[in-house]
């Protein structure tokens, strides 16, 4: 465990290793942005697409990227896309996600535009051929996509207006579940 933003007394753990030893199994270890993106590039919303953007806004904003059914983990995490900075310094997670709607920081909508700001800047980046959203404020469906997707047309480069898709999550609740059984079948 790098760092741990929900479990105090984690960061620096090493859990794979301490896994390994307790259990004596190979094991796998892999945040749950990562875990839900693979399981949505392979076997939902993205099946079938080479480049997978997926990102949740749930209590906080996660990211994975995805190419050609394998997931892109950078040194040892990659595609934070709820730690990007805004131009007043804060990251979008302090002022997009459930935790910052329920403080007030922004309504449904106000989030979904903030997100669509940053997801431009994304894909001028990755230039995926798909975008999936999930997590639990992606459930409000219009009242968050119409003004992120809208936001995110109006700023993003221009040549890559129409090379992508931006559409809900379609595995639910255990798509972390299968993302992390997906990587387990690799340590058989």
Request: one cysteine or more; charged letters at 25%.
């Amino acid at each position: 465990v790098v760092t741990s933003h929900q479990v105090a007394g984690w960061s620096g753990f090493a859990l794979q290793r301490w896994f390994e030893r307790r259990f004596k199994l190979p094991t796998v270890v892999e945040n749950d942005s990562n875990c839900a993106g693979l399981a949505e590039a392979r076997l939902g919303a993205g099946r079938g697409t080479a480049r997978v953007f997926y990102f949740n806004v749930g209590t906080g904003i996660g990211g994975a990227l995805v190419v050609d059914g394998k997931l892109y983990n950078g040194r040892y995490g990659a595609m934070e896309f709820g730690h990007l900075r805004l131009s007043n310094g804060r990251t979008l997670e302090e002022v997009a996600s459930g935790r910052a709607i329920e403080r007030g920081v922004s309504t449904v909508a106000e989030a979904g535009r903030r997100v669509g700001a940053m997801l431009a800047n994304a894909i001028a980046l990755v230039n995926p051929d798909i975008v999936v959203v999930g997590g639990g404020v992606a459930l409000a469906g219009d009242k968050f996509f119409r003004p992120m997707r809208e936001t995110a047309r109006r700023l993003v480069f221009k040549p890559y207006r129409d090379n992508y898709r931006i559409v809900p999550a379609k595995l639910g609740e255990k798509v972390v579940v299968i993302g992390a059984a997906l990587l387990a079948e690799k340590t058989r």
